[in-house]
């Protein structure tokens, strides 16, 4: 694929949404982070659930740390993984405590060392809470990166490092949400909806599926 057709990817995935964000319901850093690392392997639907429910009684290290991890989880029980979640998230929101004043930082290796982040979670952060032209590459903007052949990589880290080198400067900051919705809701796995996809015409997938 060439720079003048990525250009058009981009442009088309602007217009048709202008600002777009995470569906993660938050409402500091501190929030997202916590939504973040809680949404692994789960639905932002089932953690914006549960976190309404936790970010109404604790919202900040130090509250979450009060509740302890048995209470913890029983706000985060209903989403997968909660037990080794909780755990982590009571270790960062120690760490935060000790290390950064009890503020989330911005700073990749920071965020890296805190229990339950990785660099996808971190990219998230730095891109979503900090505007930092990041891009976390999950499943869904590795699928969509290898399908459209907009920056093909055998793995997520390859796959970021191409789309950091790709995209044009003016939709770097944007790329990560764009991508990740245009995954979830048109560039699906096992379907993908083509007849309603805005990029079809410049999208290299040879299999492409018209029905809507």
């Known amino acids: 694929m060439n720079a003048a057709k990525r250009a058009q990817i981009f442009a088309r995935l602007r217009d048709h949404n202008p600002h777009p964000t995470t569906e993660l319901a938050y ?6 982070l916590i939504s973040v690392i809680l949404s692994a392997q789960a639905t932002d639907v089932s953690v914006n659930k549960a976190t309404a429910r936790l970010y109404a009684k604790a919202n900040t ?15 985060v029980k209903s989403i997968g993984l909660y037990n080794s979640k ?24 920071a965020l890296q060392a805190l229990p339950g982040v990785g660099r996808k979670t ?13 891009i976390a590459v999950d499943t869904h903007i590795f699928r969509v990166a290898n399908r459209t052949r907009l920056a093909p990589g055998k793995t997520p880290l390859s796959v970021e490092q191409r789309l950091v080198k790709v995209t044009p400067e003016e939709y770097r ?12 809701y048109i560039c699906i796995a096992r379907k993908p909806r083509c007849g309603a996809c805005v990029i079809e015409d410049l999208c290299e997938f040879r299999d492409k599926v018209y029905e809507q």
């Open 27 to 32: 409402g500091s850093a501190f929030e997202l």
């Open 61 to 75: 290290p130090q509250a979450i740390l009060e509740l302890g991890e048995n209470g913890l989880k029983q706000y």
């Open 86 to 109: 909780a755990k982590n998230i009571i270790k960062t929101c120690r760490i935060l405590l000790e290390r950064h004043a009890g503020e989330v930082p911005r700073d990749r290796a």
């Open 122 to 134: 971190a990219n998230v952060i730095l891109n979503t809470a900090f505007g930092e032209p990041t």
């Open 173 to 184: 900051k944007d790329a990560h949400h764009w991508l990740i919705l245009h995954g979830r």
